[in-house]
């Protein structure tokens, strides 16, 4: 009993020491609150900006796989035919005051046919001539010099193999639905010539002729080399490597995308030059456009020597041919005439190797 009495004195005198429990907090601080958000943002950003440069990356690389195959498509069609893919020669091309074909569309009608070319020797009497003047097709008169080429084209028979010296032949190049399509701004916009002219390239419906596209939407670019030897971009009058418009200030067949004002999927300006993502292809006169186009094509270890027997450009993420702010440019300091071309001249062709342009070389 005792014992009983002190144990319960004992648990009473426990009982009125032990503290009472305290309210407990239910709710954040602001402070707390703006800390959690912020690095829930922070976190946001990051994610996004690996997501989006894995989703380049992906891209870059489905482009170089669609560079490449059209690459190894042009290489087939020089060892059968001695030459690489053009429905006409760059001459041919320059003399286009409308510009209606470019380089690339020329190419691909070449591998894939859709076209039927007469030549000024294609006599009268011929199986050239008797198959031109038998094919249905919008028609495109160019006076080239004191010569006349004529050009048919159909796009609803892009696909059925090329003719070739009187023989039609199988397609040298089949490409997915998505990687050759027609494209917004190349045929269908007004393009700035660079010395206050304008072009108005405007073709019908069922003349809009297809172009190869990179894994963003944009138009690949293509040019080929006219000969192995001699100043490695020119006009054709100085028997150049590569063909230089100097109308236009760029490469043969290249300004309907160079020079558009709407572009691609991007819909992008490449001519304006109040903007930041300004083409370092539109900086200085024509001889320094032209100093520019001589980087992009050089051999990095050959002065005056051309990469390649042609070339294949996408713009990359930006959709500009060659950003000024890209390579050695940035927000802080934008590629502009005082840095840009002196530059370039003065580290050469491997300051090319910086910007986010996919280029494939092909040939020797």
């Given at each position: 009993?005792?014992?009983?009495?002190?144990?319960?004195?004992?648990?009473?005198?426990?009982?009125?020491?032990?503290?009472?429990?305290?309210?407990?907090?239910?709710?954040?601080?602001?402070?707390?609150?703006?800390?959690?958000?912020?690095?829930v943002v922070l976190l946001?950003?990051?994610?996004?900006?690996?997501?989006?440069?894995?989703?380049?990356?992906?891209?870059?690389?489905?482009?170089?796989?669609?560079?490449?195959?059209?690459?190894?498509?042009?290489?087939?069609?020089?060892?059968?035919?001695?030459?690489?893919?053009?429905?006409?020669?760059?001459?041919?091309?320059?003399?286009?005051?409308?510009?209606?074909?470019?380089?690339?569309?020329?190419?691909?009608?070449?591998?894939?046919?859709?076209?039927?070319?007469?030549?000024?020797?294609?006599?009268?009497?011929?199986?050239?001539?008797?198959?031109?003047?038998?094919?249905?097709?919008?028609?495109?008169?160019?006076?080239?010099?004191?010569?006349?080429?004529?050009?048919?084209?159909?796009?609803?028979?892009?696909?059925?193999?090329?003719?070739?010296?009187?023989k039609t032949y199988s397609?040298?190049?089949?490409?997915?639905?998505?990687?050759?399509?027609?494209?917004?701004?190349?045929?269908?916009?007004?393009?700035?010539?660079?010395?206050?002219?304008?072009?108005?390239?405007?073709?019908?419906?069922?003349?809009?002729?297809?172009?190869?596209?990179?894994?963003?939407?944009?138009?690949?670019?293509?040019?080929?080399?006219?000969?192995?030897?001699?100043?490695?971009?020119?006009?054709?009058?100085?028997?150049?490597?590569?063909?230089?418009?100097?109308?236009?200030?760029?490469?043969?067949?290249?300004?309907?995308?160079?020079?558009?004002?709407?572009?691609?999927?991007?819909?992008?300006?490449?001519?304006?030059?109040?903007?930041?993502?300004?083409?370092?292809?539109?900086?200085?006169?024509?001889?320094?456009?032209?100093?520019?186009?001589?980087?992009?094509?050089?051999?990095?270890?050959?002065?005056?020597?051309?990469?390649?027997?042609?070339?294949?450009?996408?713009?990359?993420?930006?959709?500009?041919?060659?950003?000024?702010?890209?390579?050695?440019?940035?927000?802080?300091?934008?590629?502009?005439?005082?840095?840009?071309?002196?530059?370039?001249?003065?580290?050469?062709?491997?300051?090319?190797?910086?910007?986010?342009?996919?280029?494939?070389?092909?040939?020797?």
């Open positions: 009993m005792i014992f009983a009495r002190s144990t319960s004195r004992n648990s009473n005198r426990n009982a009125r020491c032990t503290p009472r429990p305290k309210s407990r907090r239910t709710a954040f601080t602001l402070t707390e609150l703006l800390v959690v958000i912020g690095i946001i950003g990051i994610l996004l900006a690996a997501l989006s440069s894995a989703r380049n990356k992906a891209l870059a690389t489905k482009t170089l796989a669609t560079m490449n195959g059209f690459s190894q498509a042009a290489q087939t069609y020089q060892l059968e035919h001695g030459k690489y893919p053009g429905l006409v020669p760059e001459r041919v091309l320059a003399a286009m005051t409308g510009q209606e074909i470019t380089s690339m569309e020329s190419a691909i009608l070449a591998l894939m046919g859709g076209a039927r070319v007469l030549s000024p020797q294609d006599v009268a009497g011929t199986a050239t001539r008797a198959d031109y003047d038998n094919y249905n097709g919008e028609e495109i008169v160019v006076q080239a010099g004191n010569q006349e080429w004529k050009i048919k084209i159909d796009v609803n028979r892009i696909g059925e193999g090329p003719y070739v010296a009187g397609p040298y190049y089949q490409p997915s639905e998505s990687e050759l399509t027609s494209t917004h701004g190349v045929q269908t916009n007004e393009i700035d010539a660079g010395d206050g002219s304008v072009h108005i390239v405007n073709m019908p419906d069922n003349y809009r002729l297809p172009d190869l596209i990179d894994g963003w939407g944009q138009p690949i670019l293509f040019a080929r080399r006219v000969r192995s030897i001699g100043p490695l971009v020119g006009e054709s009058s100085a028997n150049p490597q590569f063909l230089f418009d100097t109308s236009t200030s760029s490469l043969v067949g290249t300004s309907q995308y160079t020079k558009s004002t709407k572009i691609g999927a991007f819909e992008v300006d490449q001519t304006d030059a109040t903007s930041e993502q300004y083409s370092i292809l539109q900086i200085g006169s024509a001889s320094d456009q032209q100093a520019t186009w001589e980087q992009i094509l050089a051999h990095p270890s050959l002065p005056g020597e051309a990469r390649g027997a042609f070339i294949l450009i996408s713009a990359g993420a930006d959709g500009i041919y060659f950003s000024r702010m890209d390579g050695p440019g940035s927000p802080k300091e934008i590629i502009g005439d005082d840095i840009g071309l002196p530059q370039f001249r003065l580290l050469g062709p491997s300051i090319i190797e910086e910007f986010d342009d996919v280029r494939v070389f092909g040939g020797n």
